[in-house]
């Protein structure tokens, strides 16, 4: 059985500073991984995705994440947060099927 | 490009009253899904169309029941609502590529009170 775990639920970080919200995905075939994020009121949006090329992805607004198999982890980064980012970020794993698993999600706060 | 438009964007019913939510896409997709975003617990899939003429059940399929109308809509409807199915309601479609599927497009979300 596929399942995702977003480890935090909640990451406060100031301004300008480095954002990291942490996966970790349980698949028992290659899978297929996404970030999605949601501002207030507001529909999903694809910030990346993992489909078994590069292992380091780059996505929109300077987000980026790392498939690592041996840590089944795939967590997202941006090296400066910026107000804007402030929203609910969801991973999502798909393996095998066409159905997707979603975390519980990560509400990011950014400081000013 | 329009996306994946769901109808209404609010609704509050009473309970045992029922509803259809509606959902279009125009990027020619071939699967569709419906999902409920709960606090604390991410989205959930309730049903979803592979493909237009098939429907399934997902995880939490209880009080709901679905239409694949034609390619390009995939209906919701609750029958007889009841509070617990107060939640944001979101539609989902994504496209077949030589066997592989592109990532999922969501629409705005409905967001249903049940009284």
């Known amino acids: 059985a596929q399942s995702v775990t977003q480890l935090d639920s909640h990451v406060s970080v100031s301004e300008g500073t480095p954002v990291l919200l942490r996966c970790n995905y349980s698949?028992?075939?290659?899978?297929?991984l996404f970030w999605y994020v949601q501002h207030p009121n507001k529909g999903l949006q694809l910030l990346l995705k993992?489909?078994?090329?590069?292992?380091l992805v780059k996505g929109i607004n300077g987000f980026e994440a790392e498939f690592k198999k041996s840590e089944t982890s795939f967590h997202l980064t941006k090296p400066s947060a910026h107000m804007s980012d402030a929203a609910e970020y969801f991973c999502?794993?798909?393996?095998?099927?066409?159905?997707?698993?979603f975390g519980t999600g990560t509400r990011l706060k950014v400081l000013a | 490009n329009a996306g994946v438009t769901q109808t209404p964007k609010f609704q509050v019913l009473k309970t045992g009253q029922s509803m259809t939510l509606q959902c279009a896409q125009d990027?020619?997709?071939?699967?569709m899904y419906w999902y409920r975003q709960d606090p604390g617990m991410g989205l959930r899939l309730i049903y979803y169309?592979?493909?237009?003429?098939?429907?399934d059940k997902g995880e939490v399929p209880n009080g709901y029941n679905v239409s694949r109308l034609n390619k390009r809509e995939f209906s919701l409807r609750l029958e007889s609502a009841a509070p617990s199915q107060t939640s944001v309601y979101f539609c989902?479609?994504?496209?077949?590529?030589?066997?592989?599927?592109?990532?999922?497009?969501f629409g705005q979300g409905t967001r249903l009170t049940v009284v």
């Open positions: 990027m020619n997709h071939n699967s």
């Open positions: 169309s592979a493909s237009e003429g098939t429907t």
């Open positions: 698949s028992s075939y290659s899978p297929s």
């Open positions: 999502v794993v798909e393996s095998g099927t066409y159905k997707y698993i």
């Open positions: 989902a479609s994504r496209r077949r590529d030589a066997g592989t599927y592109t990532e999922a497009f």
């Open positions: 993992y489909t078994s090329a590069a292992t």
